[in-house]
């Protein structure tokens, strides 16, 4: 394992129930799966997956759960070596996401069930010893705690002198999220949010989020992947760059593949020292590796030198 400081994934850890079907089922049937499993999911929690196996050193922050149906959760965390030594706990049944995989398809369909699942707070992170760390990752959620919680950081990195780096992955509510940007190093837009917002490319959604970003202050670079058309990046000087994807014959689990896409950016740059370019590359290396297999484990094959 490197020298490298860790990365702190804040957001969420749910339990992801899995079905494998040959096609996506027809609405009221009763039908049987071909397969199934359960994990870990959420995409902090899956970040935090992915960098370990990638062999990142990493913590979790978000709101775990003293119910029983959560103890797989953690047992898994403490398996995997992520620390949670942060996180604060409810009483309360975590959430869940029922998934189904099509085969013929290659699609994966999320519903997931959040019932008021409690959030953890900027006073929680506030006890956070950010020493620790070389990058902060949070999910586009909980917007004012989490803006006080980028805000700390950047205080932090300005009376220490440190670098932490802050990144966002934005999948959902635009609008309301949309300050969560300016205090990014790197936000990581999803296509199909891109989508709802009438963005038609890549390059058109790194420049229509830019341009949100005050003038005065600095601009974070936006990174769009959009799917088997590769990547977008858009720096703070402005320069677009534009990465292709890695085409795979069999695509077997595409859930967690933007997760993917996020840790092995994330590993790249930090870890490996990279430019934007190689890193939203290797990115969508990771991430084209994963739907190959299921769940996360498979990705250790991977490695910025292979
Ligand atoms: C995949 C995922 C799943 C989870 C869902 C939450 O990106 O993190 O693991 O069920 O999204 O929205």
Not at 212 to 228: A, L, M, Q, T, Y
Request: charged share 20%; proline share 4%.
């Amino acid at each position: 394992m490197s020298q490298v400081k860790s990365v702190l994934c804040v957001g969420c850890t749910v339990i992801d129930f899995v079905t494998i079907n040959g096609s996506y089922p027809k609405e009221d049937t009763d039908r049987r799966c071909l397969d199934g499993f359960w994990q870990r999911g959420g995409n902090a929690s899956n970040v935090s997956t992915v960098l370990r196996v990638l062999g990142c050193k990493v913590d979790f922050f978000g709101m775990l759960s003293r119910s029983d149906a959560f103890r797989v959760l953690l047992d898994d965390l403490c398996k995997r070596e992520i620390g949670t030594k942060d996180c604060p706990f409810t009483e309360r049944d975590p959430p869940f996401s029922s998934v189904i995989l099509a085969q013929d398809s290659g699609t994966r369909t999320i519903i997931h069930c959040n019932k008021d699942y409690p959030q953890t707070t900027y006073e929680d992170f506030s006890k956070i010893n950010l020493a620790q760390y070389g990058w902060v990752h949070f999910e586009a959620r909980n917007t004012p705690h989490t803006l006080k919680m980028m805000q700390s950081i950047r205080d932090y990195n300005q009376r220490t002198g440190q670098g932490i780096i802050i990144s966002l992955d934005f999948e959902t509510r635009y609008e309301q999220n949309q300050e969560l940007c300016a205090p990014c190093d790197f936000v990581v837009f999803s296509k199909e949010l891109a989508g709802q917002l009438g963005w038609k490319t890549p390059r058109q959604s790194c420049v229509e989020l830019a341009a949100k970003i005050p003038e005065s202050g600095p601009k974070p670079v936006f990174i769009c992947p959009w799917g088997s058309a590769g990547a977008g990046a858009l720096d703070a000087n402005g320069n677009y760059y534009e990465m292709s994807s890695y085409k795979q014959d069999k695509v077997v689990d595409t859930l967690g593949a933007g997760d993917s896409f996020m840790a092995g950016f994330i590993y790249a740059t930090l870890e490996g020292q990279r430019s934007l370019a190689e890193s939203v590359d290797f990115a969508n290396r990771v991430a084209s590796h994963k739907i190959t297999g299921f769940g996360y484990e498979h990705i250790s094959q991977l490695g910025l030198s292979n």
